[in-house]
């Protein structure tokens, strides 16, 4: 069990974590979630006594190890497998041990540990971690100073996986994946045997690998029982109970004052103004915190092109003479919202560089719309922009015409407000240079956005944001994201990158999820099927009962929803004294919602057979 009691810290002066405190049952698998700068990394060093706290404690069992991904990816000559192997200390030290050992009663203790451990099996998993983070079975023999930071954060992340901590503490892990790793990710972490706090703004990795949110705001942690949609609705209702108990209260100060503000001078009702006085005193006001008006975005409108404006006919294109991807038929126009799946080294990037521009065709015939422009977003752009200049410096570059305060407020509809437009980019935080690299991309007012994670350092409202802008947005959209959530709010066409082809993805992404999880290859087209046979009026009518049942469970489940939610709305649910019942309420709702979410799986199931069965 990890405890947080009571515990303070301030960052130069400024109180960061102000007497929080939680509890963490062992083998919880909890997401760490709170606004960019709340102290959620501050934490996770508090955590493991890299900081000195200022009051309270923290403590872990007696023995268990803490374990978390460097800083610093390695970058030896050692290779991935043999890397990931070391961090397994103990099993390490045994086996050199048994090397050299000569007595034979230390000999079988050596064997005897070893055994316990599993240490035989040690190879195998280890090469199995490596696989899910994307290392093929060639790569696990090459050395560490092979690969580039990225990859050597995936090694560093496949050791402290394979170490088994009993505390394990990640920090933004899918940052440095591609969708296939954050979706491994999510399934191992999901099977962890010991505890796991994962700091994340990744709502498919916080909705499936998690089952409690630890949220850090105004100083303080709450933990909330289930997924991140079940806490984002818990909290919303208890914002909701408090706003309007803070509305009443308002109303009742405000009657009060004007009674002291009357009779305060007349000697015959001084004793009753100061007794409201006292009555003002005492109403508690219920802080409610309100996300930022800083996380939109405002993409400029292009105007309408002709269709299509991108075709591309038998094309291929690589590098050096050798082709990456092949025999391309391809056509975007205006209105398209394209994912490109695959995984990383298939070729995502070199379509994306083809399709803006940037890479030339080496066969076949690319055409484009005339005055076509496009905005290009990427990560390695981030590491383009000028750390000693502002941002609004950058902009007078790209708009030397333009007067300081469109400038500024180019920036505002980016969320950079007028503090951070005058702030060196190298002082800036993640989050606000892909904000400033958003703007550069977009303001141009492109016809196509295509987006190379654009998510990586944006917390979860601001990929909400995202989300919307990107839904008013009149360009097409290409994007490569390992944000589950973002593909399937933006994307309406998939492209699986794969095997030097770019071919339509018919099915869904929870479909594509299926298939990673479940094996690498898509399972073989069936060829020549048999026409279904008509379904008979028995058949219809008995699967239009089985929808009618289906729609009434849900409907249930919905009223149950609704009445879960009005009591988790209840303040007095709150108190202190009612922690457990609180928890108890929470689980109840988690477990209703999960129904629910059956309920209409069922019911879309049993929706499509009827409508097959009539056609």
């Known amino acids: ?35 960019n700068g709340t102290g959620k990394t501050t934490l996770f060093r508090l955590i493991r006594g890299e900081l000195t706290l200022e009051t309270g404690s923290v403590s872990v069992p007696r023995g268990a190890r803490i374990g978390g991904v460097a800083q610093e990816a390695p970058a030896s000559d050692v290779s991935l497998l043999d890397t990931v192997l070391a961090a397994d200390t103990e099993r390490a030290a045994l086996m050199a041990e048994s090397d050299g050992a000569t007595d034979g009663a230390r000999i079988a203790e050596i064997q005897a540990r070893l055994t316990d451990i599993d240490a035989w099996s040690a190879e195998a998993r280890a090469a199995s971690i490596l696989k899910g983070l994307g290392f093929d079975d060639p790569d696990h023999a090459r050395p560490c100073s092979d690969f580039s930071g990225g990859w050597r954060m995936r090694v560093a992340l496949a050791a402290v996986l394979f170490s088994q901590p009993e505390l394990l503490l990640l920090d933004e892990p899918t940052n440095y994946l591609d969708l296939e790793g954050a979706l491994w990710l999510e399934s191992y972490l999901a099977r962890y045997p010991h505890t796991v706090i994962v700091i994340s703004h990744d709502r498919g990795l916080l909705n499936r690998a998690v ?12 933990l909330y029982k289930g997924g991140y949609d079940t806490f984002a609705e818990t909290r919303a209702a208890r914002l909701a109970v408090a706003e309007a108990e803070n509305r009443k209260n308002a109303a009742r100060r405000d009657h009060l004052q004007s009674f002291v503000d009357r009779f305060r001078a007349k000697a015959t009702k001084a004793r009753q103004a100061q007794s409201r006085l006292k009555m003002i005193e005492k109403l508690k006001f219920t802080s ?11 993409f400029p409108e292009p105007e309408e092109l002709s269709p299509p404006i991108v075709a591309i006919e038998s094309g291929s294109v690589g590098y050096d003479g050798k082709a990456v991807l092949s025999k391309l038929n391809l056509r975007i126009d205006q209105d398209d919202r394209i994912a490109l799946l695959g995984k990383n080294g298939e070729g995502k990037s070199t379509l994306s560089k083809l399709i803006s521009g940037r890479l030339p065709e080496m066969g076949g015939r690319v055409t484009t719309a005339s005055k076509l422009r496009i905005g290009y977003f990427a990560q390695h752009q981030m590491d383009e922009l000028y750390p000693d200049e502002t941002p609004i410096e950058h902009l007078r570059r790209l708009r030397p015409d333009e007067t300081p305060a469109r400038l500024r407020a180019r920036l505002s509809g980016f969320g950079l407000m007028a503090e951070q437009a005058e702030t060196v980019v190298a002082r800036l935080s993640g989050g606000q240079k892909a904000r400033l690299t958003l703007l550069i991309a977009t303001i141009d007012a492109p016809h196509m956005l295509i987006l190379d994670e654009p998510t990586n350092h944006l917390d979860i409202e601001s990929r909400e944001a995202l989300v919307e802008a990107l839904t008013e947005y009149t360009g097409a959209v290409v994007l490569v994201s390992h944000d589950m959530h973002l593909l399937s709010l933006v994307a309406d066409r998939l492209w699986l990158v794969k095997g030097g082809r770019v071919e339509p993805f018919e099915e869904d992404l929870e479909a594509y999820r299926k298939l990673l999880l479940s094996s690498d290859k898509p399972a073989k087209p069936v060829e020549d099927k048999p026409k279904a046979k008509k379904a008979s009026r028995d058949e219809v009518l008995a699967l239009r009962s089985e929808v009618r049942k289906c729609e009434a469970r849900v409907g249930k489940l919905e009223d149950m929803r609704g009445k879960l939610a009005k009591k988790l709305a209840d303040p007095d649910l709150y108190e202190k004294s009612k922690v457990g019942e609180m928890e108890v309420w929470q689980k109840k709702y988690a477990e209703v919602m999960e129904g629910l979410d059956r309920a209409e799986a069922l019911w879309l199931a049993a929706q499509e057979k ?4 009539q056609a």
């Open 1 to 35: 069990m990890l405890r947080i009691d009571d515990i303070s810290y301030s960052v130069e002066g400024r109180p960061l974590i102000d007497h929080a405190s939680a509890v963490i049952p062992e083998g919880h698998k909890v997401g760490l979630v709170g606004r």
């Open 211 to 222: 089952g409690s949110i630890l949220h850090l705001e105004a100083k303080k942690l709450t």
């Open 288 to 298: 409610t915190p309100q996300e930022a008006a800083l996380k939109k975005f405002t």
């Open 610 to 613: 009827l409508d097959k069965a």
